[in-house]
């Protein structure tokens, strides 16, 4: 595949956010006005159970797109310093958390072209490109060669 497919990738989650926001607010305001006036508590407790589903896909969202952005910057020969000035783990914050780098990867070998393909090019690489940018090794960084 090409590197435009991941873009394309990028727009669109960044597009399907704003919408699922829009769905969750629609569920809220039907489950405040079914406490107001009860009426069907099987019908209460699917909308909120809706909420739920919705809330949770917009947070796995953020990983997604994160993930999803760190290959897409890799691929276009970013530094990883320009990408994320100052990673969490660097400053020493919890959140938002080391990038998934097993998806990054996956996303560099589905996405990328040439020597990207090939598995072990793109796991020395990922290691490289993210310790030459900030001067430490990722958490997992390492490891995700050995889970994939």
């Not at 569920?27 to 508590?41: A, F, I, L, Q, Y």
């Not at 660097?90 to 598995?119: M, N, S």
Request: charged residues 30%; glycine residues 6%; aromatic residues 10%.
């Amino acid at each position: 595949m090409s590197i435009t497919y991941l873009k394309i990738k990028l727009k669109s989650i960044a597009a399907e956010a704003p919408m699922i926001r829009r769905e969750e607010r629609k569920c809220r305001s039907s489950t405040r006005w079914m406490r107001k006036n009860p009426h069907d508590e099987k019908a209460f407790n699917a909308t909120l159970s809706l909420w739920g589903g919705l809330h949770t896909h917009r947070m796995e969202l953020r990983a997604e797109q994160r993930s999803a952005y760190l290959a897409y910057a890799f691929l276009r020969g970013r530094t990883y310093s320009q990408v994320e000035p100052k990673p969490c783990w660097v400053r020493e914050i919890h959140r938002p958390g080391a990038p998934h780098w097993k998806r990054v990867r996956e996303l560099i070998i589905k996405y990328g072209t040439g020597d990207y393909r090939d598995k072990d090019a793109v796991d020395k690489t990922l290691v490289k490109w993210v310790k030459d940018s900030v001067g430490t090794e990722a958490p997992g960084a390492r490891t995700f060669a050995k889970a994939a």
